[in-house]
């Protein structure tokens, strides 16, 4: 897969740190830039639903739902970098940009940065699961479980439910509470994050009336939530992931394996802010978004790496179950057809 390799040794660093070094810096112009020229977008394709749905012309508001999900999920992925420090060079100005963003994101911006730090220290270990992940069952977790528990499990990975229901759920419910990991500070940032979300929508509906507040935000808010579900979950679960236990795991593994590469058309690439190049990110994630791609193409051994298109990501759907055994994500169907095999083996 790459030939780049990661030592154990304290006092020697890893073979890519010199590597990635150069984009490991942020540009004040091109942030402020990136930022302001989303959130104008964001701004007027919102501007352009609430009148067009006030016009009559209800198929300009569906079409520009998409779009407008797009420039929100563009606007969590700078939030996403204020999170790591990678947009500014102050951590000031990271933090309040991010605390900003978390309002219109429906994200509460310190909670999230803790939970996503998580999410990045202990990505592909099988004993550091459930914080910040797509909570994900071994076969042998699976089996050993009982029916109820299997069936609950079946029916959270089910897509429509993962990628529809749950992402309501964690956006609309899930980030209006604090999880068992929130200190005081975070508490405090969520109580202030849902007050600022009830005034805005508060405003909202007095101006333009509930009727235009259920068909234009909250659609908005769903598709973005659901579209980045889908991003979050593809970008790890797949066939040929890499996880292993705390003894055998390793952070450049993890990284490189662990995540993938998503190539995604150009228009795509823009509105999901670069998060394609994910195995990038994961191995450093104090690069900017707007330096990803440079990283990956000016360093080829980073474009040796496990690539999936619109078309491949499909098929990582109803990847469900980790097996140790054959060392990749199943579906429930391919372990029915191993416990068929298994059977008939011991009956021959």
């Known amino acids: 897969m790459t030939s780049i390799t990661h030592t154990r040794a304290k006092r020697q660093k890893p073979d890519w740190v010199d590597m990635v070094a150069p984009y490991r810096h942020s540009e004040t112009k091109r942030s402020l830039w990136q930022l302001g020229s989303t959130f104008a977008l964001l701004v007027l394709s919102w501007a352009t639903m609430y009148w067009s749905l006030a016009a009559g012309f209800w198929w300009i508001t569906m079409i520009l739902a998409f779009p ?55 990505s592909s270990n099988l004993d550091e699961r459930f914080i910040g992940d797509v909570p994900t069952w071994t076969v042998d977790e699976y ?47 969520i109580l202030w994050t849902n007050i600022a979300i009830a005034l805005i929508w508060t405003i909202v509906i007095l101006v333009a009336g509930w009727k235009a507040f259920l068909l234009v935000h909250i659609p908005v808010m769903w598709l973005s939530a659901s579209f980045g579900m889908w991003l979050f979950f593809v970008q790890h679960q797949f066939e040929d992931t890499y996880w292993e236990h705390r003894e055998d795991w390793d952070y450049t593994f993890a990284a490189l394996r662990g995540s993938s590469y998503y190539k995604l058309p150009k228009v795509l690439q823009w509105f999901t802010g670069n998060i394609g190049f994910h195995h990038i990110h994961h191995l450093s994630p104090r690069i900017p978004n707007y330096l ?44 029915r057809s191993i416990q068929r095999a298994e059977a008939r083996a011991l009956v021959n």
């Open 68 to 122: 407008t999900a797009g420039f929100l999920i563009r606007l969590f992925i700078i939030q996403h970098d204020c999170g790591h420090g990678s947009f500014f060079k102050s951590r000031k100005i990271n933090d309040r940009v991010g605390t900003i963003l978390g309002v219109f994101t429906m994200t509460p911006y310190h909670h999230w940065r803790k939970r996503h730090a998580i999410h990045h220290a202990t």
């Open 143 to 189: 089996l050993e479980k009982d029916r109820w528990d299997r069936l609950k499990y079946r029916i959270f990975r089910y897509p429509f439910v993962l990628f529809v229901l749950v992402p309501f759920a964690v956006f609309f419910i899930g980030n209006r509470f604090p999880s068992s990991v929130a200190n005081k500070k975070e508490r405090k940032g």
């Open 292 to 335: 990803l791609e440079k990283c990956h193409n000016e360093n080829p051994i980073f474009q040796n790496i496990l690539t999936m298109t619109l078309r491949t990501s499909l098929e990582t759907t109803f990847l469900s179950l980790w097996d140790k055994n054959q060392r990749k994500l199943i579906s429930f169907r391919q372990l």
